[in-house]
């Protein structure tokens, strides 16, 4: 078996964009779906019962859904009820959406981890449902929260390969593309790996700056 290297090189520039939609994907639905998260979140614990119970089975739906099936019915159902999105654009929504929902459920553990006596005592002073979630509840949990979200956004890292399926031109559909090609899967399949490992060990090694740094200021 022969390991020839010359079919990357001569096909840098494709994998290079690649990478970088790989990325767009990733981080533009991440973001999406943390802020679409923390939103539920609040509405779940500050919201009426029957907008939480809606919430609720909003949740299980796409929890219970798997991201395949929602990416086939985002791309290529949403075109019979209107909704006609390019394949880029249609594979951040989805990661936004699937993903949202598991932010939530992280947000939520993290609000009902801070004790009732500070919540209490903020009352006390005088402070609002919105000022109790911004100054007592957030900087609180977010330590602890950390390592879960994490470990969510290095699961949605790996999860951007399947948007190869509705033709998103990431790492996944091209190097898979080259080696259909050029007959050279070892190499291509190769460089994948180590791509997706690159992402996810920066990730993680961001992840636990983030948590030393957050760590250091509660303890101020």
């Known amino acids: 078996m022969t390991f020839d290297l010359s079919i990357i090189t001569a096909n840098a520039d494709a994998i290079w964009n690649a990478f970088l939609v790989t990325i767009y994907t990733w981080l533009a639905g991440s973001v999406l779906g943390l802020i679409a998260g923390l939103l539920i979140a609040a509405l779940m614990l500050f919201g009426g019962r029957p907008l939480q119970r809606l919430l609720r089975v909003f949740i299980e739906l796409v929890r219970g859904t798997p991201f395949l099936v929602i990416l086939f019915l985002v791309y290529y159902g949403g075109p019979s009820f209107g909704l006609r999105l390019g394949a880029i654009t249609a594979g951040v929504v989805c990661i936004a959406g699937y993903s949202s929902v598991y932010f939530a459920e992280i947000f939520r553990s993290g609000f009902a981890a801070v004790p009732r006596g500070q919540l ?15 100054r007592v509840q957030l900087p609180q949990m977010l330590v602890l929260i950390l390592p879960s979200i994490i470990n969510m956004l290095t699961i949605l890292c790996k999860e951007t390969a399947v948007l190869s399926i509705i033709t998103v031109p990431e790492l996944t559909a091209v190097l898979t593309g080259i080696g259909t090609r050029t007959f050279t899967f070892i190499e291509t399949l190769l460089v994948l790996c180590i791509a997706y490992l690159l992402l996810i060990e920066i990730t993680s090694r961001a992840g636990r700056w983030l948590e030393r740094r957050v760590g250091t200021y509660l303890q101020r």
């Not at 209490?120 to 911004?134: D, I, K, S, V, Y």
């Open 120 to 134: 209490e005592a903020g009352e006390c002073l005088g402070l609002g449902r919105l000022q109790l979630m911004w």
